[in-house]
């Protein structure tokens, strides 16, 4: 008997021990403990400074990092020759001494249709060119000149301040075409008058070239002028007694409305962009 219940003892201690194990495995294995470090939150002020000077229109960021190394970029003063180098965006950051703005410039073109006026905003509730371009950037971008609300066609926007502004300045002679259509046919008398330049309300006026437009009837005319004066092709024909119907800018700068419809914009291409400079 003694044998016996000293083997049931045995037993009886190895099934606890299983039932002890399983209980272990039920509960799943122990978990251990570990601390990862946190990942490191980037300051949004920060800017790296290939990329501050890249965004300010000098190169691209790949060569932005040849002209750091070459050590043409200075950071408050301070020379800065550090790949992979980080600066605020209120630092002072000038490329051969000139100083930069890291706002990416942005240049966007509008079909603009009638019944929106050319402004940011109006307190009589009229609708704006602003809401046809909301999606166009995340950038403050501002029309270069204007259009009347019955004006359609062409409508540059950018936050190039400077390149708005020789835009906009009458002797940088940018060019500006319109096709006018009139409320009855365009004497060749007046015609001529345009052509050799009238004399308006505020001063003398002298355009650039004016024509009938072939295959349609003479009250479409298309005219090129490069004054900035305000409802100028508008006043030039109300001057001999004509009312225009309609008005279309179909040319600015050299831009063209090729495959933009009415209503819809495009931001512009490299070359675009860099035919703007030269033109000015």
Request: glycine content about 8%; proline content about 4%.
């Given at each position: 008997?003694?044998?016996?219940?000293k083997?049931?003892?045995?037993?009886?201690?190895?099934?606890?021990?299983?039932?002890?194990?399983?209980?272990?495995?039920?509960?799943?294995?122990?978990?251990?403990?570990s601390?990862?470090?946190?990942?490191?939150?980037?300051?949004p002020?920060?800017?790296?400074?290939?990329?501050?000077?890249?965004?300010?229109?000098?190169?691209?960021?790949?060569?932005?990092?040849?002209?750091?190394?070459?050590?043409?970029?200075?950071?408050?003063?301070?020379?800065?020759?550090?790949?992979?180098?980080?600066?605020?965006?209120s630092d002072i950051v000038?490329?051969?001494?000139?100083l930069?703005?890291?706002?990416?410039?942005?240049y966007v073109?509008?079909?603009k249709?009638?019944n929106?006026?050319?402004?940011?905003s109006?307190?009589r509730?009229?609708?704006?060119?602003?809401e046809?371009?909301?999606?166009?950037?995340?950038?403050?971008?501002?029309?270069?000149g204007?259009l009347?609300?019955?004006?359609?066609?062409?409508l540059?926007?950018?936050n190039?301040?400077?390149?708005?502004?020789k835009?906009?300045h009458?002797?940088?002679?940018?060019?500006?075409?319109?096709?006018?259509?009139?409320?009855?046919?365009?004497?060749?008398?007046?015609?001529?008058?345009?052509?050799?330049?009238?004399i308006?309300?505020?001063?003398?006026?002298?355009?650039?070239?004016?024509?009938?437009?072939?295959?349609?009837?003479?009250?479409?005319?298309?005219?090129?002028?490069?004054?900035?004066?305000?409802?100028?092709?508008r006043?030039?024909?109300e001057?001999?007694?004509?009312?225009?119907i309609k008005?279309?800018?179909?040319?600015f700068?050299?831009?063209?409305?090729?495959?933009l419809?009415?209503?819809?914009?495009?931001?512009?291409?490299?070359?675009?962009?860099?035919?703007?400079?030269?033109?000015?």
């Open positions: 008997m003694g044998t016996f219940k083997n049931n003892d045995k037993k009886s201690s190895s099934k606890d021990r299983r039932y002890k194990d399983s209980k272990s495995f039920a509960k799943g294995p122990k978990k251990i403990s601390q990862k470090p946190k990942p490191q939150v980037s300051d002020d920060l800017i790296r400074l290939n990329r501050y000077v890249a965004n300010s229109g000098v190169c691209s960021r790949r060569d932005a990092d040849t002209y750091i190394a070459a050590g043409n970029v200075t950071v408050n003063g301070k020379t800065i020759t550090e790949m992979g180098h980080k600066v605020k965006r000038k490329f051969d001494g000139r930069l703005n890291p706002q990416k410039k942005e073109l509008l079909n249709p009638k929106f006026i050319t402004t940011t109006d307190e509730g009229r609708r704006t060119v602003m046809l371009i909301s999606k166009a950037s995340k950038s403050r971008l501002l029309p270069v204007r009347d609300r019955n004006t359609t066609g062409l540059l926007f950018t190039d301040g400077d390149l708005a502004k835009l906009t009458p002797k940088h002679g940018v060019r500006k075409i319109y096709h006018v259509e009139l409320n009855k046919s365009l004497r060749a008398e007046d015609l001529k008058k345009i052509k050799e330049g009238l308006l309300d505020d001063g003398p006026l002298k355009v650039d070239e004016v024509s009938y437009i072939t295959g349609s009837p003479k009250k479409e005319v298309g005219i090129e002028i490069h004054s900035g004066k305000n409802r100028i092709v006043r030039i024909f001057h001999l007694d004509y009312d225009v008005l279309d800018r179909v040319i700068a050299g831009l063209t409305k090729k495959d419809p009415r209503g819809h914009w495009r931001h512009l291409t490299k070359q675009e962009v860099i035919n703007l400079g030269m033109n000015q």
